[in-house]
């Protein structure tokens, strides 16, 4: 196997269900070229008992990107971490973080905190398996248990198993009484716990989630941590990654355009309506449009460029072509147009 030269993960974008799929994955890429991308989250039943290619698919312009996965057995994620080292992926990935009751059901997400060991089995099985990295994603701690020192004995006996990489989402998780999207926003973040466990953790690689907007901020999380992960506001506003390249990389190579970006896009989707088909069973158009709804946020006509990629009669049309007749209509808005707009709201 040749050792590929991967980006360090100084940037990266992270792991969202129902909307970090291929499709948005691709359209990143377009804006940002070293930044790691991850999966949503894979659980290991979907890939013993679902379709191997709906899961683990990508497009090989994604690297570096990761997989990530979501179980509680050492067995399952050892298996399931080969499969995703055979499909390509540059990491594996532990979720340790969400909160949801679907995954609490299952036993794993953020209640592994609770159980160090088992994580540490986890991920010992799992690198005995592959020779790409294993990593883990995990929150600061778990309901009213949420105090530095427990998150600091769950890192540490993990990695005792071998785990280098900590992905810390600075909240704690509130696993009753809070929505997955509640607990995203109402637990206070506490970087400083990051802070911390890189300094007395030095050998390990400590990468900070949580409420991350700017690059100012970045800039700032960087003084202390060895990398930053962006979550919402990468979704939201993606052309936001368009300097990530140049700040956080070296990589002085032109950024896209937005227009650039939406031409680079087109033929993808052509060719994914080809192999899948357009409606019914198939992709739909909106499957990959829908990623792209941000891209002129900020922008005199992003509403109007937002309206024309939600308009379901073109969608269900097909044509990808939708993508310039969005950005010629929002050539047309004026400055007036958008203050009326703004004051409307």
Same mark, same amino acid.
């Given at each position: ?13 992270? $792991? ?15 804006? =940002?070229?070293? *930044? ?8 290991? %039943? ?13 497009? $090989? ?9 979501? %179980? ?41 905190? /609770? ?9 010992? /099985? ?8 294993? *990593? ?33 989402? /600075? ?8 929505? $997955? ?49 962006? %979550? ?8 936001? +990654? ?22 680079? +896009?087109? $033929? ?23 990623? +792209?709804?941000?891209? +002129?946020?900020?922008?005199?006509? /992003?509403?109007?460029?937002?309206? =024309? ?8 049309? %097909? ?27």
């Amino acid at each position: 196997m040749t050792t590929k030269v991967l980006p360090p993960r100084r940037v990266s974008v992270a $792991p969202m269900l129902d909307w970090s799929d291929r499709h948005c994955r691709q359209f990143h890429r377009h804006i =940002t070229r070293h *930044t790691w991308l991850y999966t949503e989250m894979v659980t290991t %039943g979907s890939l013993f008992h679902g379709d191997l290619q709906r899961h683990l698919e990508f497009n $090989p312009g994604e690297h570096p990107v990761a997989l990530q996965l979501g %179980g509680s057995e050492p067995a399952d994620l050892a298996h399931c971490a080969k499969l995703g080292e055979e499909w390509g992926y540059d990491e594996i990935n532990l979720n340790c973080g969400c909160p949801s009751e679907r995954v609490q059901k299952g036993a794993f997400g953020a209640c592994l905190m /609770a159980e160090p060991l088992l994580v540490a089995d986890c991920v010992k /099985a799992m690198k005995d398996a592959v020779s790409i990295d294993v *990593t883990v994603k995990h929150r600061i701690g778990i309901n009213d248990v949420d105090s530095y020192e427990f998150m600091r004995d769950f890192v540490g006996q993990v990695a005792d198993a071998g785990c280098k990489t900590f992905i810390v989402h /600075a909240r704690t998780a509130i696993l009753k009484g809070l929505s $997955p999207r509640e607990n995203r926003e109402i637990p206070p973040l506490k970087y400083d716990y990051a802070y911390r466990l890189k300094r007395e953790f030095p050998e390990l690689e400590i990468i900070l989630n949580g409420g991350i907007k700017t690059t100012a901020e970045m800039q700032q999380h960087l003084q202390h941590v060895d990398g930053v992960m962006i %979550g919402r506001e990468a979704y939201h506003n993606p052309y936001f +990654m368009a300097d990530f390249d140049a700040l956080f990389y070296d990589d002085m190579t032109p950024v896209k355009t937005r227009e650039e970006i939406l031409h680079a +896009m087109i $033929p993808y989707i052509h060719r994914q309506l080809e192999l899948y088909g357009n409606g019914g069973k198939g992709l739909r158009l909106n499957s990959v449009i829908r990623h +792209m709804l941000g891209l +002129m946020m900020g922008l005199v006509g /992003a509403r109007a460029f937002r309206q =024309t990629l939600s308009d379901s009669k073109k969608l269900a049309s %097909g044509n990808p072509d939708i993508l310039l007749e969005a950005f010629e209509r929002m050539q047309t808005v004026t400055a007036y147009d958008r203050s009326l707009e703004v004051s409307s709201q």
